[in-house]
């Protein structure tokens, strides 16, 4: 099974970089949103990524151009999955609206289309029967800042035929990834599975009111040298994406989170690194100043 024509579904943060970096190594990417505004609104995230190509990757104008010749763009979902051959789903971590987007792709798609979400919370058997396929259903998880943070987790339910899950790897490494298959289904995968429980237990430390957040990062960084701590990596992921996983949570904590993230943050567009603030300003966060660690 062989992947030529690639669309991801839901350009955000993630999204973009998923579709980029895709059409970087070679391959004809559809990106499909909810509409127009949201598209453009990619084409200039995907734009300003070029600059990270360059420095981080060393890049060629000419290398990057062809990059972003091979992304169309289109708020059809229809035309959109006409003709992929795997479709990665980038929406976000609500089961409704992946229910949904799952059911009009099978619609949609041809018949041989892989569906892999890019899900970090959920598992593949979550939604392998809502696929209508769920032997070309599966899991390909990226992590944030994805040119350099290479990793692809992989990850089928236990109805994703073999040939698919092969196939899938293989593709990881085409499009530049290090692929990480996981032998059974695992919650979080494996980088998820070490990093939410950190990232929930500085939400807890804020939310409860024990350290506000500059002060569990500087604690982190000073006592372990990691470059960021829990509220600066949360601005990276989004706190939408914190907001989400807290909702899905059945628990006092994550309840409580949810509120706090909602009250102080969301609606007031503090969304993180992708809306200019998040606990930190950007482009300059204080945890990045000399004398934070002071």
Known sequence: M??????V????VLGSQIAFQIAYSGFQVVVNDI??????????????????YKQDLKASDAELELALNRMTY????GDAVKEADIVIEAVPEVREIKINLYQRVNELAPKHTVIATNTSTFLPSDFADETGRPEQFIALHFANHIWVNNTAEIQGSAKTSPEVFDSVVAFAKEIGMVALPLHKEYPGYILNALLVPFLKAGENLMVKGIADPETVDKTWMIATKAPRGPFAILD???LNTAYNIALSEDTDD?????AYLK?????????GVQTGEGFYKY???SYLEKDFLN
């Open 2 to 7: 062989e992947f030529k024509n690639v669309t």
């Open 9 to 12: 579904i839901g350009s955000g």
């Open 35 to 52: 509409n127009d505004e949201v598209l453009e609104k990619a084409k200039e995230r995907i734009k300003t990524l070029t600059q990270s």
């Open 74 to 77: 289109t708020s059809d979902l």
């Open 236 to 238: 990276i992921v989004g």
């Open 254 to 258: 994550a309840r409580a989170t949810a």
């Open 263 to 271: 009250e102080h943050y969301i609606d007031k567009g503090k969304l």
């Open 283 to 285: 482009p300059n966060p």
